[in-house]
């Protein structure tokens, strides 16, 4: 065996299991980008688009 040890990766929890802290950060920077998204196109708005004048 070699003197090498595995080295240790520091993990998040998060509310689907473990992830490295690399993961995490990826995730929650897609998150925040997806969420953007959705906002400029309206999926937050909670007033339903009819075709009536407001």
Partial sequence: MSGLKHPYTPMKQTSYGYVSKEEYRIDKQLDR???????????????????EPG
């Fill in 33 to 51: 980008d997806l969420k953007k998204r959705l906002r400029k196109e309206g999926a937050f708005n909670l007033h339903k688009k009819t075709g």
